[in-house]
């Protein structure tokens, strides 16, 4: 597929994006380019193709969910301005 001068205007206006009119030829042939690859991938058979999330194939290292630290909300709460039932209160900033 190949793009007009004045199509690639209109997808730059469309876009908000300001490109110096000398340059324009030279998006309109990237652009095209771009296209024409979009269009062989699409026509790529991937019916046995199985997805993956990582091209990689890697496995993801993940830590023992372990408790590593002792409960401190007692000591923290000691020193508190307010605790009801637990629960730090604070001054209603909200109406």
Same mark, same amino acid.
């Not at 998006?27 to 095209?32: I, M, N, P, T, V």
């Given at each position: ?14 876009? +908000? ?25 699409? #026509? ?16 993801? +290292? ?11 909300? #007692? ?21």
């Amino acid at each position: 597929m190949t793009l007009s001068t004045e199509q690639v205007k209109k997808i730059a206006y469309l876009a +908000r994006l300001g490109i110096d009119e000398k340059d324009v030829d030279t998006y309109a042939r990237d652009l095209s380019n771009i296209l024409d690859l979009m269009t062989q991938m699409s #026509e790529t058979n991937t019916d046995e193709v199985q997805p993956m999330a990582h091209p990689m194939d890697k496995k993801q +290292r993940l830590r023992a969910d372990a408790v590593l630290e002792i409960s401190q909300r #007692e000591s923290f709460q000691s020193i508190a301005p307010q605790v009801d039932s637990g629960l730090y209160l604070v001054p209603k900033v909200l109406d």
